[in-house]
């Protein structure tokens, strides 16, 4: 996505994929056994949890981040924009992230150490908590009609010389949690 898009369709894209994900996440892994959630489908593979919990701890940094980001758009006299155009390096990131149309990944990649997840996990308390920051990260969607997504910037994991606008980052994010859910439903099949 290099042409521009306009700002509401955007947004009401991201909105149907974050609805998307947490009817998932609602159907396939509230009422599932713990032991289906932690059942690994190869010794190198992720559980179900273990990709919910990959994806907690990236929305622990990017959700405070774009609502930090957000709040200090609606005290600034910046308006939103009619349009959002996605910057070289956001668009590139996000479609690296982006799952393939049959659900594989796109381009192969190794987690960060700081982000793998453990396999001693509370499956149970990994799904509420990826829900809440869902829930939350739709919100901030809400919100980010009222701010200019093109000119607010959030720092990335990778550090704070780094930076993505605030639309980028929403769909860097969103496409991130599109691959793990598609790989959290293949651990649970």
């Known amino acids: ?63 405070p981040a774009m609502e930090k980001a957000i709040q200090s758009g609606l005290t600034s006299s910046l308006p939103p924009a009619a349009t959002f155009k996605s910057g070289w390096l ?26 793998r997840p453990m396999s001693d996990l509370d499956a149970g308390k990994v799904v509420s908590e990826f829900i809440e920051w869902q829930q939350k990260t739709k919100a901030l969607l809400d919100q980010a009609q009222y701010v200019n997504l093109q000119s607010l910037k959030i720092p990335t994991t990778l550090g704070n010389w780094l930076k993505f606008s605030l639309g980028d980052t929403f769909r860097f994010v969103i496409a991130h949690e599109r691959r793990h859910m598609a790989q959290a439903l293949r651990a649970k099949a």
């Open 1 to 63: 996505m290099s042409a521009k898009i306009e700002t509401p369709d955007l947004l009401k894209a991201l909105h149907l994929q974050m609805d998307d994900l947490l009817k998932t996440a609602n159907e396939q892994f509230v009422n599932a056994p713990q032991q289906i959630l932690l059942r690994q489908p190869a010794p190198e593979k992720w559980s179900v949890a273990q990709c919910l919990d990959h994806l907690n701890a990236y929305s622990r940094f990017y959700v």
């Open 90 to 115: 956001g668009n590139y990131f996000t479609k690296m992230m982006e799952p393939k149309t049959n659900g594989q990944p796109g381009m192969k990649m190794q987690a960060p150490k700081a982000y």
